[in-house]
């Protein structure tokens, strides 16, 4: 399997540019998971679906982030407008199964990272 | 809330010295505990894990045990390579007991530079 693929991997754009990230997941996976990284902020979920239906958008920052999940091979993350402050390198995630935590010990399912979107917004 | 924390980096080694990176946690319930590694230009892989206290996860010589007395998972290796270079993430799934969620919790990573 090619992993998780995403693109473009370098955006530079301009403050109030409309910026659109991809995310292809690995096939059969049923999760798909939204990071963005930056030095201030380290790693931060934004999005997680789950076969495609939004679970938990708590991490997005404000109404200018946007995601979508029209299928299971596909997402994107949409800023619009985008500003400055947004500049990071966004990952996206897969994984197969759910988790099931619990007292004697729970089981987890790898999360498999995509290598990200650097972006840039001047 | 749940949470993570790891110490400062960088931390820079010479080929074959001892390493330790620290992570303390703050969770309900019964988290498991990883730890993901970030080689320059990548994604984050998963190194090991464990789900369960006095669990010890172990790959590619690195070792880490989940001591929920002192909510501890430290990271050691004993001789480290210069291709150990990365920055190096400390994790818990988002515990919920009795329920069940693929979440993580991530520290702020630590970057690890060993020197030849």
């Known amino acids: 399997d090619a992993g998780v693929i995403q693109s473009p991997r370098h955006e530079v754009t301009e403050m109030g540019q409309e910026v659109t990230l991809r995310c292809k997941p690995i096939?059969?996976?049923?999760?798909l998971f939204w990071y963005r990284q930056t030095m201030m902020r380290g790693l931060e979920l934004l999005i997680y679906f789950n076969n495609n239906v939004p679970i938990d958008d708590s991490g997005m920052p404000e109404d200018r982030f946007s995601a979508k999940m029209p299928n299971a091979s596909f997402s994107t993350l949409k800023i619009q407008p985008s500003e400055p402050r947004d500049s990071a390198v966004y990952f996206c995630?897969?994984?197969?199964?759910?988790?099931?935590?619990?007292?004697?010990?729970?089981?987890?399912?790898?999360?498999?990272f995509g290598p990200g979107t650097r972006l840039t917004v001047l | 809330g749940d949470s993570v924390t790891q110490m400062e980096g960088p931390v820079t080694l010479s080929e074959e010295a001892f390493l330790t990176i620290n992570c303390t946690y703050t969770?309900?319930?019964?988290?498991?505990l990883f730890w993901y590694v970030q080689y320059p230009g990548e994604g984050l892989q998963l190194l090991l894990k464990a789900t369960k206290a006095d669990d010890k996860g172990s790959n590619k010589g690195f070792e880490a045990t989940y001591r929920k007395e002192t909510t501890s998972f430290h990271l050691e290796k004993g001789s480290v390579q210069v291709s150990d270079s990365a920055v190096y993430f400390c994790a818990l799934s988002d515990p919920r007991y009795g329920g069940a969620t693929n979440k993580l919790i991530f520290g702020t990573g630590t970057l690890l530079a060993v020197q030849p």
């Open positions: 096939s059969g996976h049923d999760y």
């Open positions: 969770a309900t319930g019964y988290p498991s």
């Open positions: 995630a897969s994984s197969l199964g759910q988790a099931k935590p619990g007292l004697a010990g729970g089981t987890y399912n790898e999360q498999f």
